[in-house]
């Protein structure tokens, strides 16, 4: 599964992470961000996070339903985003 975003990232020494409304402007840039889900059953599932121009980074899941909860919550993707 895949869904593209655009998101306010907070530009961190040797990496980033969703802003926060307290962060120093100077530190955000508005990215597109492209989330995938990936993975299997028995395995798990990946959520992997690609802001442009950034390493991707990614958070291990149960299930699928999880992982897009967590995309719900930090990157607001409702379910009809993904595809």
């Known amino acids: 599964m895949k869904s593209t975003i655009v998101q306010k990232i907070r530009i961190l020494k040797g990496g ?19 989330l995938l889900i990936e993975g299997n059953a028995k395995n798990g599932y990946h959520l992997i996070m690609t802001p442009e121009g950034f390493f991707a980074a990614d958070l291990h899941f149960d299930s699928i339903e999880e992982a897009k909860e967590e995309a719900e919550e930090y990157f607001e993707v409702s379910n009809i985003q993904w595809s």
């Open 16 to 34: 980033w992470r969703v802003a926060d409304r307290e962060d120093d402007i100077k530190y955000v840039k508005q990215l597109e961000i492209e």
